[in-house]
């Protein structure tokens, strides 16, 4: 939390922050040795819808020749919902990472910058009405629907909601499996989330219990006669996709044999992308 100066015993200044955008880090979670996820103060102006992004950072090194020292910032969905007082952020450690090798080092009080200005597709308005909303996940991409799933607003406008969340081992399933389990038991959306949420969990490399790509696991038809579903159709099924570029192109061709047709903020269709990071 933020220090702040003590100046009479009824009142106190909040401390200066040393940095632009400053929020303070208020916990964080460690999942393995290249996830984490931590949560910060919320500027109490910032308003976002569940599934945006943001640009977060840290202050870069001086300049060897001029000292100055410039902001170092990267895209983060926000991965706490819209109703949060924090912001919650889930993410990757890169070993050489510019951000990343050092944002993984961060402990509660620090600082980190927030650029208080969201935008993003993975949106509820970006969609036309449906039945059944999709979240399609691979790595970290489970971050905007850490938000989503957890709006009232999302099980308020579908009867079903499916998250299908593939990583390679099952390790890095871990930050959405327990957030997922924690839903029903949570005082203010457990009762709304009730039988509506859907979870498929699956791995590609590590052995588990489900396996296969999102991809083949839609295209053979396995995940809708596990789940006991029907095949996916525009008149019932929105999607929002958030992996790889590799992952998004071959899952964007899945929805299109189905029928459903990509939409936007403007223009609201059947299903939503965007990139969980650029390679
Ligand atoms: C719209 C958008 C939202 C994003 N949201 C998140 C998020 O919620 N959580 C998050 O961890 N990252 C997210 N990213 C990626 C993030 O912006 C950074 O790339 C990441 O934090 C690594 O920063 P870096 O400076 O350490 O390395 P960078 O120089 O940015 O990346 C180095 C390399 O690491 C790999 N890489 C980067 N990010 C990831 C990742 N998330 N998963 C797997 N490999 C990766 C890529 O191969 C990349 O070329 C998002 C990116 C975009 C475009
Ligand atoms: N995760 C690790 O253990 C690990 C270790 C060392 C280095 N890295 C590097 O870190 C970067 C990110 O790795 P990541 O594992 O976080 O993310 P990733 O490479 O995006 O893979 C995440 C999941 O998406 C699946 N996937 C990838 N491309 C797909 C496609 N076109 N269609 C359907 N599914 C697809 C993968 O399945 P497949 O397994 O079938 O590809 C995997 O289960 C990569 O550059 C990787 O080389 C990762």
């Given at each position: 939390m933020s220090e702040?100066?003590?100046?009479t015993e009824t009142q106190t200044i909040p401390k200066v922050p040393t940095?632009?955008?400053a929020q303070t880090v208020t916990s964080v979670k460690h999942w393995n040795e290249r996830l984490f996820s931590?949560?910060?103060?919320?500027?109490?102006?910032?308003?976002?819808?569940?599934?945006e992004f943001v640009m977060i950072g840290l202050m870069n090194d001086p300049d060897p020749k001029t000292g100055k020292q410039k902001p170092l910032l990267r895209a983060y969905s926000i991965a706490?919902?819209?109703?949060d007082e924090e912001l919650e952020f889930y993410s990757i450690k890169v070993p050489d990472g510019p951000l990343t090798s050092r944002l993984q080092h961060i402990e509660?009080?620090?600082?980190?910058?927030?650029?208080?200005?969201?935008?993003?597709t993975l949106v509820l308005d970006a969609l036309l009405p449906g039945k059944r909303l999709w979240m399609f996940a691979t790595g970290t991409g489970i971050a905007p629907f850490a938000s989503l799933m957890r709006d009232p607003e999302t099980y308020e406008q579908y009867d079903e909601v499916i998250l299908m969340h593939t990583c390679r081992e099952v390790s890095e399933l871990e930050y959405g499996r327990q957030l997922v389990e924690s839903l029903p038991d949570d005082p203010l959306i457990g009762e709304l989330v009730g039988g509506k949420l859907r979870y498929y969990p699956t791995t590609t490399q590590e052995e588990s219990a489900q396996m296969?790509?999102?991809?083949?696991?839609?295209?053979?038809?396995?995940v809708f006669a596990d789940l006991?579903?029907?095949p996916m159709g525009a008149q019932h099924d929105r999607g929002m996709v958030c992996g790889n570029l590799a992952f998004n192109k071959d899952i964007m061709a899945v929805l299109e044999g189905f029928g459903l047709e990509e939409g936007a903020n403007s223009d609201p269709k059947h299903y939503v992308v965007e990139k969980a990071f650029v390679d």
């Open positions: 702040s100066i003590p100046v940095l632009p955008d931590f949560r910060v103060t919320r500027p109490q102006s910032l308003r976002f819808r569940s599934g706490s919902p819209s109703w509660v009080g620090d600082e980190i910058i927030l650029r208080p200005k969201p935008v993003g296969g790509r999102i991809t083949d696991n839609l295209s053979s038809g396995k006991g579903l029907p």
